[in-house]
């Protein structure tokens, strides 16, 4: 398994915006593609969104409850993935988790939102807190 590691989880109020940060010493970010997850208390994780290896066909996916509120996207110098999310709510607390697939056959991110059974390598999580 390759070691994930995200950051910038915090506390906001309702509206607020946090931008998370998923990087990795072990492999180049654009090699894989990375989603990105998230799994509120009492709750099954789920996919929030993926973006596509470079040179894969895949388009970045988002779940429709974040759609156009959340912007996926990849810093090659930095070897970071991004997930920018705006118009937080309440209901977007949970801690979030980026996670790759390095097996072939490579995943490729297309129209559904990334699932968890298809993920093999995943970072700790870092926590949304979102209030009212």
């Known amino acids: 398994q390759l070691r994930l590691v995200e950051s910038g989880g915090d506390s906001v109020q309702s509206w607020g915006s946090l931008r998370l940060s998923c990087t990795t010493s072990?492999?180049?970010?654009?090699?894989?593609?990375i989603g990105w997850f998230r799994q509120a208390p009492g709750r099954e994780r789920e996919g929030v969104s993926c973006?596509?290896?470079?040179?894969?066909?895949?388009?970045?996916v988002y779940a429709d409850s974040v759609k156009d509120r959340f912007t996926i996207s990849r810093d090659i110098a930095e070897n970071t993935i991004y997930l920018q999310m705006d118009g937080l709510k309440p209901e977007d607390t949970a801690v979030y988790y980026c996670a790759t697939r390095s097996a072939w056959p490579h995943y490729k991110c297309s129209g559904d939102p990334p699932q968890v059974r298809d993920f093999t390598s995943w970072g700790r999580g870092t926590q949304v807190t979102v209030s009212s």
């Open positions: 973006i596509d290896r470079v040179g894969g066909e895949g388009i970045p």
């Open positions: 072990e492999f180049a970010v654009n090699y894989y593609a």
